[in-house]
């Protein structure tokens, strides 16, 4: 591409108009949750918050802890334990997250390598069978996935969805752990068997860390899938200490009332929700990317 030609224009503007579209959605969200509530529901809406609050915030920190009275001994730790506390949904999240990520990773790495150094027979028919559950909505499958959590005992557990959402990320990431394992030359297996290595010790000391992208492009998509989630953990989690971080988000935007919603509270809570998705991404941003194009180029 010729510089200052007519492409080269084309394709900064292109993705220059690609970047205010994916951001603006963040930056507004950003905005609405430092207004006030006057300028937040008004007519005339800002680019920029007038007068910057931060009540929202405020407000869903407070979430859940008990009220302090002079008169009662209660601590600030006694408030950190209460029921439905946003730091109790932080970490319940953050379990089912780590989770749903080492559960993936086991997974998606054996079956990736699998897939890609065994041979049997209708191996890709099989392949091809593993993908096809990605084509099924899953909240088709709600009931009867109540139906088998409620008989297993597994309803309001981190088991339940930390397994729900492994295995909606199985298809997946075998797909991207395939790509992965086969970008490296499978010479370098072929030498640690002659050394009289087994099949544990090449995936753990030679493979693995070759597919370092691979693994962490399946550690950054099942984080998404779990830490985003809401369906399931609205659906499957009861109890209040249980009660994950969206779901939190959610009662707090709305309060008592179903029918009412909280703009500046929703936008606060999405905005601490998706703050550790954002960190997490941008330290893996360069392996993500490398990660997706795995096995483009082939021994």
Not at 176 to 203: Q, T, Y
Not at 234 to 246: A, G
């Amino acid at each position: 591409m010729k510089r200052f030609s007519s492409d080269y224009y084309l394709y900064y503007l292109i993705n220059i108009s690609l970047v205010i579209i994916i951001l603006f959605p963040i930056y507004w969200t950003i905005i609405s949750s430092l207004k006030t509530p006057p300028e937040l529901i008004s007519k005339q809406q800002t680019f920029y918050p007038h007068t910057i609050t931060f009540e929202y915030y405020e407000r869903i920190l407070t979430y859940g802890f008990k009220d302090v009275d002079e008169s009662e001994n209660v601590t600030l730790e006694d408030g950190l334990l209460s029921a439905g506390n946003i730091f109790i949904a932080f970490k319940n999240s953050f379990i089912v997250t780590i989770g749903t990520i080492i559960l993936s990773l086991i997974v998606s790495t054996l079956g990736g390598y699998a897939f890609t150094f065994y041979k049997f027979k209708f191996k890709e028919y099989f392949f091809i069978f593993l993908l096809l559950p990605i084509l099924i909505p899953s909240i088709s499958l709600i009931i009867p996935i109540y139906i088998l959590l409620k008989n297993l005992n597994l309803l309001d557990t981190y088991t339940a969805l930390i397994f729900l959402h492994s295995m909606s990320m199985v298809p997946l990431g075998i797909f991207m752990m395939r790509n992965a394992f086969s970008s490296i030359p499978k010479s370098l297996r072929e030498v640690a068997i002659l050394e009289g290595s087994n099949d544990f010790k090449i995936l753990l000391t030679v493979l693995m860390p070759l597919a370092i992208p691979g693994i962490l492009t399946v550690t950054v998509f099942a984080m998404y899938v779990s830490w985003n989630d809401f369906i399931l953990a609205f659906l499957f989690i009861s109890s209040e200490d249980m009660k994950m971080l969206n779901v939190a988000l959610k009662h707090i935007a709305t309060g008592a009332n179903q029918w009412e919603m909280k703009w500046g509270d929703l936008t606060a809570g999405s905005v601490v929700s998706f703050i550790p998705l954002i960190i997490f991404y941008a330290f893996l941003q360069q392996y993500f990317v490398r990660g997706i194009t795995g096995g483009a180029v082939k021994e």
